[in-house]
C-alpha cells in the first residue's frame, strides 16, 4: 500500500501537440488516464506539478488536466529545470509518479535523475506515451532496472485507496470506471 500523503506527480509535455504524437497510446487514452490522475490527484490532496517542452505556440497543455502554471523547461529532463526541481524538494514527498509523452525522452530522463536523487518513481503506462513499442519498450525496461515501478493508473490508484465504502473509495471507483469509457 502506498501512503498518498508520501506520493507527487509529475506530468511532463502532456500538450495537445505532443500527445497527438504519441506512436504507443491513442491520445484519447493518455488525455482520459491523466485525466482520472488528476481527479485523484485532487480529492486525495496529492500536489502535482506540470512541465512542458518549449513549443511555438505556448505550453498548449491538455484540456483534462487542472490549471496551474506550467514548468517551461529548456532540454528534455524535469530534472535540469531548477525551479521545477526546487517545487519538487518543497512538497518533501518522497514518491514522485510520472507520465508524459514521450517515454523514451521526458519521462526516462527524469525518472533515472529522480531515482538517483533518493525518490522512489513510479511511471505510469496508461498516462505516457512513447515513439514505437520498441522504443518505449527499452525506456520502460531501463527506468525498472534502475529500481523504478512501471504500472498503471488503475493499479497506482488502488495501492493508495483500498476500501471503496468510503467517501474517498467511493469517488476514487468512479473515477477509475473513466478509464473504461
Known sequence: MIDPRTVQIVFADLQDSIVALSGTNGPETIRRSAGVLSTIAQRLDIPFTMSVAPRPDGPDVIAELPETAPFVRGGPCCWDDLAWRAAIAAED????????????????????????AGYAVFVLVDASGGMSERTERAALSQIEAAGGTVTSV????????????????????????????
Open 93 to 116: 514527498r518522497k514518491t514522485l509518479v510520472i507520465c508524459g509523452v514521450t517515454s523514451e525522452i521526458v519521462v526516462l530522463h527524469t525518472a533515472l535523475d529522480a531515482l538517483a
Open 154 to 181: 488503475a493499479s497506482f490508484v488502488t495501492s493508495m485507496v483500498r476500501d471503496f465504502t468510503t467517501p474517498v473509495g467511493r469517488d476514487a471507483i468512479v473515477a477509475l470506471h473513466g478509464l473504461m469509457a
